[in-house]
């Protein structure tokens, strides 16, 4: 916490906004919210848009929000229209869905997406004296939310791969385990399409349509979250693209560049296209502005999935870990400058799901599953955390007997059920589990249904933690 015990002090925060006047019209902080499928992002900022906007009417859903638990905050207000470039993030269309009878969640956002909260708040100590004396006393803090698919961070290591070795990459990780058969047709048509063969139009075409599905395959049935490229599964604003229309071929070892007319020189040159104008475009025309990220994980899911699933999840984990490291001459720091991200909190979701004893085994699963490097992280990089929510509470905690012995569970309505009922998930692991403990499934936890909702922002939403990951990412800009 900011801390002004002296003048000189406040003259060298004021260094910083450059006088109180500025304070007083309002700062800005782009907050940029991104997850892997199922992880949660659109309810995510539904709910904090909610409960921010909420927050003055009930405290009590966002007490470890210090603006909010020290009674500062004066006013939280959506941002009025304006002629933004990127399209608005639906919020109110989203309350509307999950306040209805009978309740439903929102469908997932697959594009960029913005929406803006204004925030007028009471600095706190000598700061708001002195302001209280230019401008009334309240300082506004205008916070830029971002919504935009993780799968597009997944894209960042194609920048130092050649069309070659990323091919060669993804038929090692296509041909075994839980991959191999799903990807049993598109391994049979490049089978019959070499890399040397003629280029074809209709070929490409063909061999990206049976990507593409293979990757959404993947996703969908199996859980699997490292598919590369990103945007072949959350392709947004390109939709289908000519220049998308390549895919990984049996490349050879030793080959690095294809011989000019062939197939392999067609996806090549598409390849080089994507990463320069969608990969490249996207880190420096956006990725540079959000010097705040949080990052949502479906850690529980990864653990229903399965072994190979939980594995894939690490990879997407420590992929994405990549796009928050800046080294003196990684490809990074070529793409954004001197801009970078400041803060980021990786949070795994759903803890609702799983009784509050349960909740820190979750973090340090979390914390553990990807060696996210928290200490080391600060310094040259981001500041990196990590930390356990849900957005919305579906649940509440109780007992229930099983065996003679009293254990913890979680009591909520599923989806499509008539009534509330107890759920006992068994105990989340603090690490990875060892290849032979996959032998049972560690939860068996239904989808829930929301609690009452009230469209207007007066109560807020039930959640877990949504006001502590805020303070983490943005408090400091509320002092």
Known sequence: MLKIPGLG????????????TELAKGSTVWLAVTGLSRAGKTVFITSLVHNLLSALHNPNRMPLLKVVGDGRLVAARLEGAKAHLLPRFP???????????PAGWPQPTADISEIGVDIRFVPAGLV???LGRVSGGAATLKLRIVDYPGEWLLDLPLLTQSYAEWSRGMMQLWRRGIRAEPAREYLGFIAEHPPLETASEAVAKQAHDLYRALLVTARDKHGLSYLQPGRFVRPGALADAPYLWFAPLDVPDGVDRLAPGSLGALMEERYEVYKKEVVGAFYQNYFRNYGRQIVLVDVLGALLAGREAFEDTRLATE????SFRY???????????????EKVLFAATKADHIPDPQRDNMSELMRNMAALPVLEARGNDADIEVTTLASVASTVDGTQEIDGK???VVIGRPVRAGKQAKFFGGEVPIRPPRPDGWGAPFLEIPTFEPPLIDPAPVDGIPHINLD?????LIGDRLR
């Open 406 to 408: 009293r254990v913890d």
């Open 9 to 20: 002090d406040v003259a060298e925060w004021l260094g910083d906004v450059s006088d109180l």
């Open 91 to 101: 919020y109110a269309d989203n309350i509307e869905t999950m306040a209805r009878t």
């Open 468 to 472: 502590l990951a805020l303070e983490y």
């Open 327 to 341: 080294g003196r001459h990684n490809i990074l720091s070529k793409l954004i400058g001197s801009a970078r991200v």
């Open 319 to 322: 992929a994405i870990l990549e």
């Open 128 to 130: 708001g004296d002195l």
